[in-house]
């Protein structure tokens, strides 16, 4: 299950959206686009746009249990070679904090544009001339060289407004406000920002900019406006020739909202291509969300001094030797002071391979199982199983499997400075499995 409160949690939910806002924007591309069928590609935009965030978060949300899940929590595993030891986050980005400092950066940098232009409407609002019509507010003022509109008011250049001969910009300006398209730029200018690495984030908020546009050009011309002036408007608009305009717009643009109203209808039948989607949401939502848990390895079997708690271990904990209960997962799980980077340094300098080992090439994984008690200490420390790095079941022999159990035990006994875990505001044990990896190289 993912952890959306961890920055690895993070990580992979951004990467799993952006595979799946992939997935449906190369569909569009290939077989929406291009149909005149624009209030079906907006709706499809729309869905799959939520759906790209909330798939990666099913697993979150709700969680799936799974029956081989680990009955302990299986901490990161350390690696120790034999020239040197190094702490090694398994499946965590602990030991790259420059990438999550980048991912915010550059989402900061995109949120701070896009507060800067509601910043501009919200002065441009404050400082023109206002008229309020037909259930729309009109913005009035020269300093708007392009006409646009935002939720219900339209921004307008007083010639384009006062002048019947551009009534049908404002017409066009009218069908953006009644059917909410600012809804959809925010939204993807939102997840365009959370992705801005992802090149089809941008894809989907250029392609709703496009349908928009489509929309709006299709209801001008269900209203009686002249098709050539109407084009005459869209190249005068496109190459600055309007009163108070620049040219905003890009050329290959218009050419295609040209081609687009001259287009033959797409017949309503071929909406239903968008069924073909449902089958391959459906795999997404089994690979991404019924995934098992990604911190869980074949989790080993308890060792005799410390019995395996259950995954219901929070309301019915276990005892070791008729003492006090024993957690899985509390409410406040315990903590190592300087977080989970500190302990695989701590241990692995504390490990020393075992040179018997070493001189006879042999490597092993080691799953050491302990319990941090109610004062923080480190108790009932045994090794659960022996494997080999591939976490094969393999005889070692007993020298060998007593050096190197003896090895891991050892560095995790040092540990100390740990923080107990807390269930109903007081403090209880709770207890770990950390594998420890003897490589060679």
């Not at 602990?94 to 990438?99: A, V």
């Not at 066009?172 to 939204?187: A, F, M, P, R, S």
């Given at each position: 299950m993912i952890d959306l409160l961890t920055t690895p949690g993070w990580f992979i939910y951004l990467l799993e959206s952006t595979v799946c806002l992939m997935f449906f924007a190369v569909f569009y591309l290939l077989f929406l686009r291009k149909q005149t069928l624009f209030q079906v590609n907006r709706y499809y935009l729309l869905?799959?746009?939520f759906l790209s965030l909330f798939i990666p978060a099913i697993d979150w949300?709700?969680?799936i249990p799974?029956?081989?899940?680990?009955p302990v929590v299986l901490l990161?595993?350390?690696?120790v070679t034999a020239r040197y030891a190094e702490g090694v986050a398994a499946q965590t980005m602990q030991q790259f904090p420059w990438l999550a400092v980048l991912l915010l950066s550059g989402s900061g940098l995109v949120l701070f544009f896009l507060v800067g232009s509601f910043g501009y409407i919200i002065s441009l609002r404050l400082s023109s001339d206002i008229v309020r019509k037909d259930g729309v507010v009109f913005v009035i003022n020269e300093q708007i060289k392009h006409p646009f509109s935002f939720g219900y008011f339209i921004f307008l250049h007083p010639k384009l407004f006062y002048n019947e001969e551009y009534n049908h910009i404002i017409i066009h300006e009218k069908v953006h406000v009644k059917q909410y398209h600012t809804i959809d730029l925010l939204v993807s200018g939102i997840v365009a920002a959370l992705q801005w690495f992802n090149p089809f984030a941008w894809i989907?908020?250029?392609?709703?900019r496009e349908v928009h546009?489509?929309?709006a050009d299709q209801q001008v011309l269900k209203q009686g406006v002249d098709p050539i002036l109407y084009r005459k408007t869209m190249v005068e608009e496109a190459g600055g020739l309007m009163p108070g305009s620049l040219s905003f717009f890009n050329v290959s643009f218009t050419k295609r909202r040209f081609k687009m109203m001259s287009t033959i209808k797409t017949p309503k039948t071929k909406a239903l291509k968008v069924l073909v989607m449902i089958p391959f949401t459906i795999i997404m939502v089994l690979v991404f969300s019924c995934s098992t848990d990604y911190e869980n390895e074949d989790v080993p079997t308890a060792p005799t001094e410390v019995p395996a708690v259950t995954q219901?271990?929070?309301?019915?904990p276990s005892k070791v030797d008729d003492a006090t209960p024993v957690y899985s997962v509390v409410e406040q799980m315990?903590?190592?002071e300087g977080g989970m980077q500190k302990l695989s340094q701590d241990i692995s300098s504390g490990v020393v391979f075992p040179e018997k080992a070493k001189a006879d090439g042999i490597e092993a994984k080691v799953y050491v199982q302990f319990i941090i008690d109610e004062s923080g200490r480190v108790t009932n420390v045994g090794v659960a199983r022996i494997v080999d790095l591939a976490g094969n079941e393999v005889t070692f022999g007993d020298a060998f499997s007593a050096s190197f159990s003896e090895a891991a035990i050892n560095s995790v006994k040092g540990l100390a400075n740990w923080k107990p875990g807390m269930q109903n505001g007081e403090n209880v044990r709770v207890k770990f499995v950390i594998p420890i990896a003897f490589k060679l190289d």
């Amino acid at each position: 299950m993912i952890d959306l409160l961890t920055t690895p949690g993070w990580f992979i939910y951004l990467l799993e959206s952006t595979v799946c806002l992939m997935f449906f924007a190369v569909f569009y591309l290939l077989f929406l686009r291009k149909q005149t069928l624009f209030q079906v590609n907006r709706y499809y935009l729309l869905v799959t746009l939520f759906l790209s965030l909330f798939i990666p978060a099913i697993d979150w949300l709700i969680h799936i249990p799974n029956s081989l899940a680990a009955p302990v929590v299986l901490l990161d595993t350390v690696v120790v070679t034999a020239r040197y030891a190094e702490g090694v986050a398994a499946q965590t980005m602990q030991q790259f904090p420059w990438l999550a400092v980048l991912l915010l950066s550059g989402s900061g940098l995109v949120l701070f544009f896009l507060v800067g232009s509601f910043g501009y409407i919200i002065s441009l609002r404050l400082s023109s001339d206002i008229v309020r019509k037909d259930g729309v507010v009109f913005v009035i003022n020269e300093q708007i060289k392009h006409p646009f509109s935002f939720g219900y008011f339209i921004f307008l250049h007083p010639k384009l407004f006062y002048n019947e001969e551009y009534n049908h910009i404002i017409i066009h300006e009218k069908v953006h406000v009644k059917q909410y398209h600012t809804i959809d730029l925010l939204v993807s200018g939102i997840v365009a920002a959370l992705q801005w690495f992802n090149p089809f984030a941008w894809i989907y908020r250029d392609a709703f900019r496009e349908v928009h546009e489509y929309m709006a050009d299709q209801q001008v011309l269900k209203q009686g406006v002249d098709p050539i002036l109407y084009r005459k408007t869209m190249v005068e608009e496109a190459g600055g020739l309007m009163p108070g305009s620049l040219s905003f717009f890009n050329v290959s643009f218009t050419k295609r909202r040209f081609k687009m109203m001259s287009t033959i209808k797409t017949p309503k039948t071929k909406a239903l291509k968008v069924l073909v989607m449902i089958p391959f949401t459906i795999i997404m939502v089994l690979v991404f969300s019924c995934s098992t848990d990604y911190e869980n390895e074949d989790v080993p079997t308890a060792p005799t001094e410390v019995p395996a708690v259950t995954q219901d271990a929070v309301q019915a904990p276990s005892k070791v030797d008729d003492a006090t209960p024993v957690y899985s997962v509390v409410e406040q799980m315990p903590e190592y002071e300087g977080g989970m980077q500190k302990l695989s340094q701590d241990i692995s300098s504390g490990v020393v391979f075992p040179e018997k080992a070493k001189a006879d090439g042999i490597e092993a994984k080691v799953y050491v199982q302990f319990i941090i008690d109610e004062s923080g200490r480190v108790t009932n420390v045994g090794v659960a199983r022996i494997v080999d790095l591939a976490g094969n079941e393999v005889t070692f022999g007993d020298a060998f499997s007593a050096s190197f159990s003896e090895a891991a035990i050892n560095s995790v006994k040092g540990l100390a400075n740990w923080k107990p875990g807390m269930q109903n505001g007081e403090n209880v044990r709770v207890k770990f499995v950390i594998p420890i990896a003897f490589k060679l190289d």
